[in-house]
């Protein structure tokens, strides 16, 4: 797949054919994205896959720690946003409603929802990426955001999908005791990956971006 055309194709995938990914292609996927750039060369990420059992003990430990109220609490907190950005975070969920079916008010409908992003939206596997704790927070992220981006561009060589999510991860204690990822590692990111279910309607999501013109300033060209 040619390049660009990679990177415009690439959406985030939110329903999967319960469909296995072999071992091999996952491992194919990080033997390229470890070609992705970090600052001096640090090579910040831990990857541990998940699928199986495995995945689905992450899974029922997601949703039981959801339905009991449990306020979400990850490695790195989740930010609340403002203004523009808020705006578009509405947008972006106004239109996956739409798509669905949900209605603004449907609680019980947007719970399903949310239980199904800590399900890794159904997919048969999943990427957790974990970063050494001594390596900060903030900086090292600028990599890790670099190899989620390279995974999820290599999956579609394979015709595999993914999410970037922060829902698989919202109860780090459920993926850190099925795991082992140990107390000295944060949990930063994860991706779900699999084959897309192109019916499924969340699928048909198409986001949008702020023209260039509008986020960048040319100096001196
Ligand atoms: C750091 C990060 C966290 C994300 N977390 C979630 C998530 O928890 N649930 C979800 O449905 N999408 C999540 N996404 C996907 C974004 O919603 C998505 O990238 C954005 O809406 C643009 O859509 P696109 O990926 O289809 O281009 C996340 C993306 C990033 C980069």
Partial sequence: MELIEAIQNRKSIRGYKPVPVQKQILNNILQVAIRAPSGVNTQ???FTVVAGEALEEIKFGNIKRFESGESPHPDIPLESFTGIYKERQVDI???LFQLLGIAREDKEKRNDWMKKGGRFFDAPA????SVDKSLGSERVMLAIGAVAQTIALTALNY???TCIQDQGILYPEVVRKVTGIPESQRIAICLSIGYPDWDFPANKLESSREPVENCTTWCGI
Avoid: F, S, T
Avoid at 126 to 129: C, G, Q
């Fill in 126 to 129: 999943a990427i957790i990426i």
């Fill in 93 to 95: 969920a106004i239109q």
């Fill in 44 to 46: 910040p990420w831990n």
């Fill in 159 to 161: 015709d595999l999908g």
